[in-house]
Nanobody, 127 residues
Framework: EVQLVESGGGLVQTGGSLRLSCAVS????????IGWFRQAPGKEREEVSC????????YYADSLKGRFTISSDNAKNTVYLQMNSLKPEDTAVYYC????????????????????WGQGTQVTVSS
């Protein structure tokens, strides 16, 4: 059974940092796409970042470049999202999602598809 479990969310002050983790199980970790999304109350879900676990290629939403960093630890079957210089507008539920057997060019697609989703972790940034 494929499972994605997010952790690392919490309450942080403006300018602080958090590292989110997405632990995956139920399949061979290498060779897939894993993305981070967020959804704030009353807003649409937004893709924040994604990574290909085999090629290491990554994508970031333009508005987040320079503040967020995605990484993959294949030995631990975990993808991380390091979030620095957090702002109140970063407050949202953060989800990780999995695209099984993503092709090498999946990361460059304008509309990436995902097969499985985690339950989410709340990030709250106080002003």
């Amino acid at each position: 059974e494929v499972q994605l479990v997010e952790s690392g969310g919490g309450l942080v002050q403006t300018g602080g940092s958090l590292r989110l983790s997405c632990a995956v199980s139920g399949f061979t970790f290498d060779g897939h796409g894993i993305g981070w999304f967020r959804q704030a109350p009353g807003k649409e879900r937004e893709e924040v970042s994604c990574i290909h676990t085999r090629y290491g290629s990554s994508y970031y939403a333009d508005s987040l470049k320079g503040r967020f960093t995605i990484s993959s630890d294949n030995a631990k079957n975990t993808v991380y999202l390091q979030m620095n210089s957090l702002k109140p507008e970063d407050t949202a539920v953060y989800y990780c999602a999995l695209k099984l057997w993503a092709t090498w060019d999946w990361i460059y697609s304008g509309s990436r598809q995902y097969d499985y989703w985690g339950q989410g972790t709340q990030v709250t940034v106080s002003s």
